[in-house]
């Protein structure tokens, strides 16, 4: 035993989080005994309350402590204007650009006949209806260059071609391969000005 | 706002840890509400335990649960054979070596005029009383090797050494591994006056 039971607690709940080894997650856990009792109590309650109060929002599916979040209940962003991602943590992407003024849809995932996920599997039925209620919307189809991005490109595609909806996609700034959640934001900004209409 | 005020909260508290950045404490926070919630729950109990509960062994000062921490109370260590350490993060540092078998002081700091920090700030008296219920003790001093680490070795070799105790120092020089052409010229002349003899 090298380490009080309460610190090696502590250590290997720091050595489950991405990029935390042995020697950081120890010096992650010293450092977080000698914060502040108050500030370790706030976190504490912080960490419980965020996966107990965060949940989708129910028209876009991003994370929010409310029903609706802040973008699809901001009146200046344009409604008509949706881009698809495939999950809530390519918002906070987009938002560090600080250049799209539209709202967001979450696919909660790619359809991947591979591990059997159809259609019906992620939220696109929910992108239908939203796209009905609206005049002359474009959707944005942000998803990565994987052929389940692709395929679940087309699938969007083909459902909205014979109605009123421009679709376009991200133009190819994005490395092929590359994770959006990681990319840097002057190329999030290239590609989102871009952005090429997917023409027959 | 980019993320919502609760993910924003959690990012924060990652902020505050030793090599962690924006973009580490974001994937971080992420990754910490995609936990399940009873490891969350584990957790955030853990820190505020820790916190709490951890507190100085009342022999030696390294961190404890109890009131003697695990290596005070061990039969198996020999308690005449004391490691002077400056904070209790050294004993994991031995600890993990696994060959010591001796105990530990943790000084709590060194002597530092110009910090206005003297022997009566750190835990020498405590030592001095450790030391004086042993019959032929040894201590290590296991300090480091700048103004402060040598002004508190002296320090400590004068109050012991009229008496009954043999007091060493960890060895200076090359560590196993490093080419010598790149090592700092004062540790290889630390290295070439600490020599020893090669013996048959």
Redesign the interface.
């Given at each position: 035993?090298?380490?009080?039971?309460?610190?090696q607690?502590?250590i290997n709940?720091y050595k489950?989080?991405?990029?935390?080894g042995d020697k950081?997650a120890?010096?992650?856990?010293?450092?977080?005994?000698e914060?502040k009792?108050e500030?370790?109590?706030?976190?504490?309650?912080?960490?419980?309350?965020?996966?107990?109060?965060?949940k989708p929002c129910q028209i876009c599916g991003q994370?929010?402590?409310n029903d609706i979040?802040?973008i699809c209940s901001d009146d200046n962003r344009d409604k008509n204007l949706i881009c698809v991602i495939e999950d809530y943590?390519s918002v906070?992407s987009f938002?560090?650009v600080g250049n799209y003024h539209g709202v967001y849809h979450v696919l909660n995932g790619l359809i991947s006949p591979m591990d059997s996920i159809g259609p019906e599997d992620i939220n696109i039925s929910s992108l239908v209806k939203r796209v009905e209620a609206l005049k002359n919307p474009e959707l944005i189809l942000a998803l990565k260059s994987t052929i389940e991005g692709e395929t679940t490109t087309l699938y969007i595609k083909k459902i909205f071609e014979k109605k009123d909806v421009t679709i376009s996609r991200l133009s190819y700034g994005i490395p092929i391969g590359a994770e959006i959640d990681y990319l840097d934001i002057i190329t999030l900004d290239k590609a989102l000005e871009d952005r090429k209409r997917i023409s027959e």
């Open positions: 035993m090298i380490y009080p039971d309460l610190l607690k502590l709940f489950k989080l991405p990029g935390v950081s120890e010096r992650m856990a010293l450092a977080t005994i914060l009792a500030d370790i109590k706030e976190f504490s309650k912080v960490l419980v309350d965020s996966k107990e109060k965060l994370l929010t402590e979040c802040h943590k906070f938002e560090k």
